[in-house]
């Protein structure tokens, strides 16, 4: 009888870790497929920078900084995606800290573009913005879908009871893409006339 009952709780205990487990593999891969689903706009996001500096390049040729600039980071923002493992703190970060220089040097080099009316009214150029202004609206929303992934998961791996499962088989909680990393970046511009 003793055997039975310390039989059953085993079992019991058994197929509760495995119910936890399951669905913290459901969540990590819930989460991993928000990610894909950056990573697709980031890759348009990447292709698009190319075309971008080679339309600007022509009128441009006295700001070949700042298109080298907007190349290097290019560069960098790929090899950062390219490691990006979405339950992976410090790859996460990396990803966001390139991520964010590539955009403030697309900014930039959009500002210069604002410089030479020609460029301007180029109809590639004004294709090339479009569509990069539409791929920076979808990161936003495949941000905002991860960030609600990585909340379910790290919900699920870090309350009692499923904690002790998560610990045990190395369920750490994941780190979430922030838009701004810095206090700067989310204060307020200042506006002067």
């Given at each position: 009888m003793v055997m039975a009952v310390v039989l059953a709780a085993v079992v019991i205990l058994v197929l509760w870790g495995v119910l936890i487990y399951n669905?913290?593999?459901l969540l990590r891969n819930r989460m991993a497929n928000a990610f894909g689903q950056i990573d697709v706009q980031l890759k348009r996001r990447h292709d698009?920078?190319?075309n971008l500096v080679e339309v600007a390049r022509a009128y441009l040729k006295h700001e070949a900084a700042t298109l080298e600039a907007v190349i290097k980071a290019r560069g960098q923002a790929q090899s950062a995606t390219a490691r990006a493992q979405p339950a992976n703190a410090a790859s996460m970060g990396a990803l966001a800290l390139a991520e964010g220089v590539l955009s403030s040097s697309l900014g930039r080099l959009m500002m210069v573009a604002e410089?030479?009316?020609d460029l301007k009214a180029d109809a590639t150029l004004q294709s090339l913005s479009e569509e990069l202004t539409s791929t920076e609206n979808r990161l936003?929303?495949?941000r905002q879908a991860y960030n609600d992934q990585v909340l379910d998961f790290n919900n699920?791996?870090?309350q009692f009871p499923d904690l002790v499962?998560?610990?045990l088989l190395g369920f750490a909680p994941a780190a979430m893409l922030e838009a701004t990393?810095?206090?700067a970046e989310r204060a307020a511009p200042q506006v002067r006339f």
């Open positions: 669905r913290l593999v698009l920078v190319p410089d030479y009316p936003g929303f495949a699920g791996a870090t499962v998560a610990r990393t810095s206090a």
